[in-house]
């Protein structure tokens, strides 16, 4: 089989096609990154976005940001509520605000909202963290606040507990366990408050209207999730950093199936968020092992989740060996192009893993391509940073 018959251009042509080919339609569709901040591929994202809305019924789109800081955009999308300015400013974590890619994709929903009764959400499926974590306090306060007649003095208690928000959110703790306070009484009592709350959240879901009920669930989600983070961040064992990873994953998992119940949905985020596969980076001197959002969601979805990968060629100087999946991707005849990636795994079956000198770049696996349901490849990309 010639490699050209494993491609198509990328176009709404080629991703109906794809979506037709599908074992099931997925709830989920999500699109990875091999690399932040690469502007070709958040312009070839918004492409496959607006097809998916016009033509494929999507009504919702969910990125790797902040899932509180997230509900800033999709205010703003829905309603109006703000300034592009400030929303790009305070509606994305890791600088993803600052992503020209991402300032279109919010102001073409905004637009696209004004002119139709069916809207467009957007939703942040990252936890409030990095390799440190945030607070609870926004996640904690947001549900009490919610409920109807929780404890008396609920609220009073879980400003004491929280006390100062920096005590939280130290970047010290990433290298020194011993500066975390998630082992501490304090928080030890926030997650028994926290699980009270969950259950009168339970008890009260059908008196709460569904957009409120929507946001305390979220704000549940990200509680737990942030107390557990806390309380594996005060682990001096070895396993700290890897058992870190993977909570934050099942954090996006969490969130991901949350998107699925408005689907369907496109999901943009990392590769190794996304892929079904067991993910694999170096941290430090440590080789880091967790099951990816992705794989957690398949779990769960099965068929209704779909994985596209990103793949890039010719990054900056770094032009891909001949040997290697993407090697062989450049030879085609287009720039961006999507290809079948189970046609492609029988054409290249001596391909090697591409090593790059970009340490932020995830290349290909050969060995993981039946595990993906297409790959969208971009031949040639300045190198990040540099300007268009």
Same mark, same amino acid.
């Given at each position: 089989?010639?490699?050209?018959?494993?491609?198509?251009?990328?176009?709404?042509?080629?991703?109906?096609?794809?979506?037709?080919?599908?074992?099931?339609?997925?709830?989920?569709?999500?699109?990875?990154?091999?690399?932040?901040?690469?502007?070709?591929?958040?312009?070839?994202?918004?492409?496959?976005?607006?097809?998916?809305?016009?033509?494929?019924?999507?009504?919702?789109?969910?990125?790797?940001?902040?899932?509180?800081?997230?509900?800033?955009?999709?205010?703003?999308?829905?309603?109006?509520?703000?300034?592009?300015?400030?929303?790009?400013?305070?509606?994305?974590?890791?600088?993803?605000?600052?992503?020209?890619?991402?300032?279109?994709?919010?102001?073409?929903?905004?637009?696209?909202?004004?002119?139709?009764?069916?809207?467009?959400?957007?939703?942040?499926?990252?936890?409030?963290?990095?390799?440190?974590?945030?607070?609870?306090?926004?996640?904690?306060?947001?549900?009490?606040?919610?409920?109807?007649?929780?404890?008396?003095?609920?609220?009073?208690?879980?400003?004491?507990?929280?006390?100062?928000?920096?005590?939280?959110?130290?970047?010290?703790?990433?290298?020194?366990?011993?500066?975390?306070?998630?082992?501490?009484?304090? $928080?030890?009592? =926030? *997650?028994?408050?926290? +699980?009270?709350?969950? /259950? %009168?959240?339970? !008890?009260?879901?059908?008196? @709460?209207?569904?957009?409120?009920?929507?946001?305390?669930?979220?704000?549940?989600?990200?509680?737990?999730?942030?107390?557990?983070?806390?309380?594996?961040?005060?682990?001096?064992?070895?396993?700290?950093?890897?058992?870190?990873?993977?909570?934050?994953?099942?954090?996006? $998992?969490?969130? =991901? *199936?949350?998107?699925? +119940?408005?689907?369907? /949905? %496109?999901?943009? !985020?990392?590769?190794?968020? @996304?892929?079904?596969?067991?993910?694999?980076?170096?941290?430090?001197?440590?080789?880091?092992?967790?099951?990816?959002?992705?794989?957690?969601?398949?779990?769960?979805?099965?068929?209704?989740?779909?994985?596209?990968?990103?793949?890039?060629?010719?990054?900056?100087?770094?032009?891909?060996?001949?040997?290697?999946?993407?090697?062989?991707?450049?030879? %085609?005849?287009?720039?961006?192009?999507?290809?079948?990636?189970?046609?492609?795994?029988?054409?290249?079956?001596?391909?090697?893993?591409?090593?790059?000198?970009?340490?932020?770049?995830?290349?290909?696996?050969?060995?993981?391509?039946?595990?993906?349901?297409?790959?969208?490849?971009?031949?040639?990309?300045?190198?990040?940073?540099?300007?268009?």
């Amino acid at each position: 089989m010639d490699i050209t018959d494993t491609a198509r251009p990328v176009d709404g042509a080629g991703i109906s096609a794809l979506l037709q080919s599908l074992p099931a339609r997925p709830l989920l569709l999500g699109l990875g990154e091999a690399r932040h901040f690469v502007e070709e591929l958040g312009q070839l994202r918004n492409d496959i976005f607006r097809h998916l809305v016009t033509h494929e019924g999507y009504r919702s789109i969910a990125v790797e940001s902040d899932c509180l800081m997230g509900l800033v955009v999709d205010e703003y999308v829905t309603t109006g509520t703000g300034t592009l300015d400030d929303v790009m400013r305070h509606g994305f974590s890791h600088q993803f605000g600052t992503s020209p890619a991402n300032r279109d994709l919010v102001s073409w929903m905004r637009a696209y909202n004004t002119d139709h009764d069916d809207k467009l959400r957007f939703h942040g499926v990252d936890g409030p963290l990095e390799y440190w974590a945030a607070s609870p306090r926004q996640a904690l306060t947001g549900l009490h606040d919610l409920l109807d007649d929780p404890p008396p003095g609920t609220r009073d208690t879980l400003d004491s507990l929280l006390g100062p928000d920096d005590r939280w959110s130290d970047p010290a703790t990433v290298t020194d366990p011993s500066r975390s306070i998630g082992r501490s009484a304090d $928080a030890q009592q =926030l *997650r028994l408050i926290t +699980d009270d709350l969950l /259950a %009168l959240l339970d !008890a009260q879901a059908p008196q @709460l209207d569904p957009a409120d009920r929507e946001r305390a669930e979220l704000y549940g989600r990200t509680a737990v999730g942030l107390l557990r983070y806390h309380h594996a961040m005060a682990d001096p064992s070895p396993a700290r950093i890897a058992r870190l990873s993977a909570l934050r994953d099942a954090m996006m $998992a969490a969130n =991901l *199936r949350a998107v699925a +119940d408005h689907g369907p /949905a %496109l999901v943009f !985020a990392h590769n190794l968020h @996304l892929q079904r596969n067991r993910s694999v980076m170096s941290f430090g001197d440590q080789q880091l092992r967790m099951w990816s959002a992705g794989a957690i969601t398949a779990a769960r979805l099965g068929d209704r989740y779909a994985h596209l990968a990103c793949a890039l060629g010719t990054l900056g100087d770094a032009t891909p060996p001949p040997d290697t999946v993407e090697g062989a991707l450049a030879t %085609l005849p287009w720039d961006t192009c999507l290809v079948d990636t189970r046609r492609l795994a029988r054409t290249l079956t001596a391909a090697v893993p591409r090593v790059s000198p970009d340490f932020a770049y995830f290349p290909l696996d050969p060995a993981q391509l039946d595990t993906i349901d297409g790959v969208v490849f971009v031949n040639h990309v300045p190198p990040p940073g540099t300007p268009r």
